[in-house]
C-alpha cells in the first residue's frame, strides 16, 4: 500500500523553464510533507518542506505546495538549471513519529 | 549540521549468506533511522532506533534486523540473503532542533 505516490517516473525540462514535481497521498493523518533531492552514490538531501497548516512554502527557486482537500503536493522548480537534474523524493510524516514514507522518486532531467 | 557515515560503502554477497552495515552519527544524535532504497520502490522505512531501543519497524521480515550502542552508532543485519536484497541502504538521523532528517551516503550491498 504505497501511502506516497509519485506517479512520473521521469521528467525532461529545458534549462531556464519551470520543472513542476508533482505528489499525492492517501493518509489524511499526514501532517508535514518533505522534498528531498538525490544525486547518484549520495545519500538523499533535504530540500524543501512544508507543514499542512500551510498551502505554500518558498525557498529561492524551490516552491511547494499543499492542496489538503485533493492530497496533492507539488514542487516547483524556477528557473531549472543543469545542476538540478537528479531524484527528487517526496515524503510525509504523521504526527507523533519520525518515521518519514517516501513516494517512489521522480529523476528530473534539466537539459541545455 | 548533522553528518552520517555509513560503512561498508560497496559490498557483494551471495545467497544466504548475511551481512552487517554500520553507521555512525558524528554529532552523536539519540535517533536513528534505516531505509532501503530500489529502483521503482522508493524509499523504504526499515526501522527506526532511540536511545538503544527500537521505536518503530517497517514492513520488512524478520531476516532484517537492527541494533544502537550506547554511543549512538547503529547497526543493521539482514540474514539469509535473497537476490531481492540488493539496495542500497540508508541511515539517516533528525536533528533535534529543526527536525530535518540527514541521510549518510548509503551502502550499496549487491546480492548474486
Known amino acids: 500500500d504505497q501511502q506516497v505516490k509519485q506517479n512520473s517516473p521521469s521528467l525532461s525540462v529545458q534549462e531556464g523553464r519551470i520543472s513542476i514535481l508533482n505528489c499525492d497521498y492517501t493518509?489524511?493523518?499526514?501532517?508535514?510533507f518533505l522534498w528531498y533531492k538525490k544525486y547518484p552514490a549520495e545519500g538523499p538531501t533535504f530540500l524543501i518542506s512544508?507543514?499542512?497548516?500551510?498551502d505554500k512554502n518558498e525557498d529561492g527557486r524551490f516552491t511547494v505546495f499543499l492542496n489538503k482537500s485533493a492530497k496533492h503536493l507539488s514542487l516547483h522548480i524556477v528557473p531549472s538549471q543543469p545542476g538540478d537534474s537528479a531524484v527528487y523524493f517526496c515524503?510525509?510524516?504523521?504526527?507523533?513519529?519520525?518515521?518519514?514514507?517516501f513516494g517512489t522518486g521522480t529523476r528530473l532531467q534539466v537539459f541545455p | 549540521k548533522a553528518g552520517v557515515t555509513q560503512t561498508p560503502r560497496y559490498l557483494i554477497k551471495t545467497r544466504g549468506q548475511q551481512v552487517t552495515l554500520s553507521c555512525s552519527p558524528i554529532s552523536g544524535h539519540r535517533s536513528v533511522s534505516w531505509y532501503q532504497q530500489t529502483p521503482g520502490q522508493g524509499l523504504q522505512f526499515l526501522f527506526e532506533?532511540?536511545?538503544?531501543?527500537?521505536?518503530n519497524k517497517g514492513n520488512f521480515p524478520g531476516r532484517f534486523s537492527g541494533r544502537q550502542f550506547s554511543n549512538s552508532r547503529s547497526e543493521m543485519n539482514v540474514s539469509t540473503l535473497e537476490l531481492g536484497d540488493s539496495a542500497l541502504y540508508l541511515c539517516?538521523?533528525?536533528?533535534?532542533?529543526?527536525?530535518?532528517?540527514?541521510f549518510g551516503e548509503g551502502s550499496r550491498l549487491t546480492v548474486l
Open positions: 512544508i507543514s499542512s497548516i500551510k
Open positions: 539517516a538521523v533528525r536533528d533535534s532542533f529543526t527536525g530535518e532528517l540527514f
Open positions: 532506533y532511540f536511545s538503544e531501543t527500537q521505536r
Open positions: 515524503a510525509a510524516l504523521g504526527p507523533n513519529t519520525d518515521k518519514l514514507i
Open positions: 493518509n489524511s493523518m499526514f501532517d508535514y
